[in-house]
């Protein structure tokens, strides 16, 4: 009776566990979309398309491909379209809760590690993503990377937005504080520290993946340059990982710093100083022929006063 209970208790918290996650499932894709795809109807990812999965063995696993405007939505595993034939190709099946933009393992195992490939397409256009999942015997020591920050440009007075992401596992001890942080690097490499405003800090599948949003509403000239994103498992050197990226200028002639760098610019002045040189070539020419015809004769008379008609008749 006891064990009945207990089977039932442990089986109602897998489902209350199994609803939870996906709950956040569904959030995953109608959360932190771009701004830029509001409004917009076209067939487009919705979101940064993360490439690399991580799962532990025996547990939870989600792969995304958060997309809109498609007529259809296809997920294959190594080559294999859903529904997978056997288990053995895979056990991740279809959440159609969202949109079959997600597909999910309650229990992820060794056979799920492969190369998923989801396929939008509309009446004209295919696009697809591909994510690699990894099955890991247990938690790792270091943070792995999910996603890798992209460089950016953009204008003055544009947007930005940076996002970087790492699995990190579950966490034996409770106390091992794991942290995630953008810092802009100032020429002397110096890490400036980032306003908490500006980086959001968002989580999935039980905090097993740390990931952070860096915003810059409002590009003004002193945000160009590099941005780093740090991960911290425990205080430690040898626990981290260092991703970054660049925001690059997108108009470069408006800003003081680039005006020497402009190639219409550069080609302009190269263009003016050729033809300089041209002109005192042609000057040279006119004037310096008659210098030197001056300079000969007067060599001329130089070389007449002296004796060289004894060498000359020496010779002879
Ligand atoms: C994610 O989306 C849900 C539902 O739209 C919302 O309740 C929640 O606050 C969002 N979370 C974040 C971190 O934006
Ligand atoms: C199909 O998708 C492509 C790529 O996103 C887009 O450019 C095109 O406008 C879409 N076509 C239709 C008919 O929606
Ligand atoms: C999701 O997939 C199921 C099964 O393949 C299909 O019947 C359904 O139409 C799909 N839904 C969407 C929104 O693509």
Redesign the pocket.
């Known amino acids: 009776m006891d064990k009945a209970i207990s089977t039932l208790i442990k089986a109602l918290m897998l489902h209350v566990i199994g609803m939870i996650f996906e709950v956040n499932a569904i ?1 995953y894709c ?3 979309t771009f701004p830029t795809s509001l409004g917009t109807n076209f067939m487009q990812f919705t979101k940064e398309t993360v490439t690399k999965e991580y799962a532990v063995d025996g547990q939870f696993k989600a792969l995304h491909c958060c997309a809109k405007g498609y007529r259809s939505i296809e997920w294959l595993k190594d080559g294999k379209s859903y529904p997978w034939s056997s288990e053995s190709t895979s056990s991740l099946i279809l959440y159609p809760q969202a949109a079959n933009q997600t597909i999910y393992a309650r229990r992820a195992s060794k056979t799920d590690e492969g190369r998923y490939t989801c396929v939008l397409r509309n009446d004209t256009h295919k696009i697809e993503h591909q994510i690699v999942l990894k099955v890991l015997e247990s938690s790792p020591d270091v943070p792995l990377a999910t996603f890798t920050p992209q460089n950016q440009f953009a204008d003055i007075g544009g947007s930005a937005r940076f996002f970087c992401e790492a699995f990190v596992g579950k966490k034996d001890l409770p106390d091992i504080s794991i942290s995630i942080k953008w810092y802009h690097m100032s020429d002397g490499n110096q890490d400036d520290v980032i306003n908490d405003n500006q980086q959001e800090v ?1 989580k999935r599948e039980e905090e097993e993946i740390i990931g952070s949003y860096l915003t810059i509403s409002e590009v003004t000239s002193s945000h160009f340059g590099r941005y780093l994103c740090r991960v911290e498992m425990g205080n430690s050197q040898t626990h981290r990982l260092e991703m970054s990226a660049e925001l690059i200028n997108a108009l470069p002639i408006e800003t003081n710093n680039f005006i020497f760098l402009n190639p219409y610019l550069l080609a302009s002045c190269a263009f003016v100083i050729t033809l300089i040189g041209f002109f005192l070539f042609l000057q040279l020419r006119f004037y310096y022929q008659p210098r030197v015809k001056k300079f000969a004769g007067s060599e001329a008379i130089f070389f007449k006063s002296q004796p060289f008609t004894h060498v000359d008749c020496n010779y002879i």
Do not use: L
């Open positions: 959030n109608s959360n932190h968002v």
